[in-house]
């Protein structure tokens, strides 16, 4: 399949602080990555959908001034997690979509745990 | 009610058995669904797609039954390196949505 990584793979911060997460593809071009965050014992659920060279489509609910997505290229979308408050703090999960004919699968990135303190 | 709902289990499956679990949908018009693998603390894991009425892989078999709204997944011969958090994913306009997992514990 294909690799999706991702950085930092843990990250402890005080209140009010900023994060920066990394998504990329490795070994293609994702033209489509999406920022997934799982609580625990919870499911993954999808925060927003990042477009290369567009606007990211969020989910309701979610805030797009706290949460700043860039996919400034075809394999990096990154998410910053704007004043985090320890109620952000969660598993943040990237994938990016590949498609094969009428198919399309979605591979994950390892995850970034998210504490603040 | 949820679009996408899973048994939380635990399953607890001697080794070498088989288990089956379901994961059902509410919307009819869904296409496509996925099973990933998630281990603890772990991202998931890509395990079969599924586009039409089902999906074999080694061990694995994957049923959609569009009738009842419901897929299945099944593990034959179960190994204890099975263990994990089972979670379906439906596509829905091109976006994953996923249940919140069956959890398989696979014991010697």
């Known amino acids: 399949g294909a690799v999706v990584s991702q950085h930092p793979s843990r990250v402890i911060c005080k209140s009010g602080t900023s994060v920066k997460i990394e998504c990329r593809s490795l070994?293609?071009?994702?033209?489509?990555m999406f920022w997934y965050r799982q609580f625990p014992k919870q499911s993954l659920m999808l925060m927003a959908t990042s477009n290369e060279g567009s606007k990211a489509t969020y989910e309701q609910g979610v805030e797009k001034d706290k949460f700043l997505i860039n996919h400034a290229s075809l394999t990096l979308s990154t998410l910053t997690v704007t004043s985090a408050h320890p109620e952000d703090s969660s598993f943040y999960i990237c994938?990016?979509?590949?498609?094969?004919?009428?198919?399309?699968?979605?591979?994950f990135g390892p995850g970034t745990r998210l504490l603040v303190l | 009610r949820k679009e996408v709902e899973q048994d939380p289990g635990p399953f607890n499956v001697p080794e070498g058995a088989t288990v089956a679990f379901n994961c059902t949908y509410s919307?009819?018009?869904?296409?496509?669904f996925f099973w990933y693998r998630q281990d603890c603390r772990k991202e998931p894991k890509l395990l079969m797609s599924?586009?039409?009425s089902g999906n074999e892989d080694g061990r694995f078999t994957a049923q959609l039954n569009r009738a009842s709204q419901y897929i299945s997944l099944l593990i034959r011969d179960s190994k204890l390196s099975d263990s994990a958090t089972y979670l379906c994913?439906?596509?829905?306009?091109?976006?994953?949505?996923f249940g919140a997992g069956t959890q398989v514990v696979v014991t010697p």
């Open positions: 599924v586009y039409s």
């Open positions: 070994d293609f071009q994702a033209t489509t």
């Open positions: 994913a439906r596509n829905s306009w091109g976006k994953l949505q």
């Open positions: 994938s990016a979509r590949v498609r094969g004919g009428n198919q399309e699968t979605q591979y």
């Open positions: 919307n009819s018009a869904s296409q496509s």
